[in-house]
Nanobody, 125 residues
């Protein structure tokens, strides 16, 4: 069992930056691919960014390319999402998740078995 705890959300103005963190309670963190999804009110959960187990590969949704960066520190069991140039449409609850399934694209929800409770990000115009 892996427990994930997100932090770093908040209320910011458009154009500001935030860094989200997701701490994992597992001794085998480096075995897991990690991802950030988000869900806005009334919308489906959508893929934001993913990073493979070693950190050598990253993947982004088109709408965050050039603005967001995902990274991980396997010595701290933590994955990060650096969000720059935030827009009001980035307002959502952001969830991190962990998964070790092979053969499933990292942008798919089914690739992940463990989810955090989410952290709210609100961007005002």
């Amino acid at each position: 069992q892996v427990q994930l705890v997100e932090s770093g959300g908040g209320l910011v103005q458009a154009g500001a930056s935030l860094r989200l963190s997701c701490a994992a309670s597992t001794r085998t963190f480096s075995n897991y691919n990690m991802v950030w999804f988000r869900q806005a009110p009334g919308k489906d959960r959508e893929f934001v960014a993913a990073i493979n187990w070693s950190g050598s590969s990253t993947y982004y949704a088109d709408f965050v390319k050039g603005r967001f960066g995902i990274s991980r520190d396997n010595t701290k069991n933590t994955v990060y999402l650096q969000m720059n140039s935030l827009k009001p449409e980035d307002t959502a609850v952001y969830y991190c998740a962990a998964g070790a399934r092979r053969g499933v694209p990292l942008g798919r929800i089914m690739a992940y078995d463990y989810w955090g409770q989410g952290t709210q990000v609100t961007v005002s115009s």
